[in-house]
């Protein structure tokens, strides 16, 4: 399946002659949220979005359950963003997942409000992009 948020193509997603590795991990990823409920908010990024390439492409969930929300950054992608939290709900959990590679990192836990998110850096793959994994109860 092509993974794609909305109208937007998932290029960056999954780079061509991805290995299968690469693929598994971004099927976790996108199983972790219910990937169906999505829908793109570009208000959710409230600084250094980019555009062309480097634009931070933003999802989350619309359809009443758990509220939750995926947010990429590419590959020369500002390295911090900040994230209207109150678009999710309160007492957000944030994940950094690597999606080249099984890594993840805590980013905060019981977030609300305006927050800024730094990227952690190279990711398994040696690039620089990640998904940053929101979730409040």
Known sequence: ADLAVGDRRGEGLRP?????????????????????ALAPDDALITSDRGSGYTEIAAARTTDGGTPQALIYSPPGAASSIT???????????????????VRSMSAGTDLSGSHAFTRPGKNTGGDNDWVLVLTAP
């Open 16 to 36: 061509a002659g991805a290995e299968a590795p690469d693929r598994v991990r971004l099927a976790t990823i996108a199983h972790s949220v219910r990937w169906q």
């Open 83 to 101: 994230v209207d939290l109150s678009r999710i709900g309160t007492s957000v959990t944030a994940t950094w997942e690597d999606p080249s590679g």
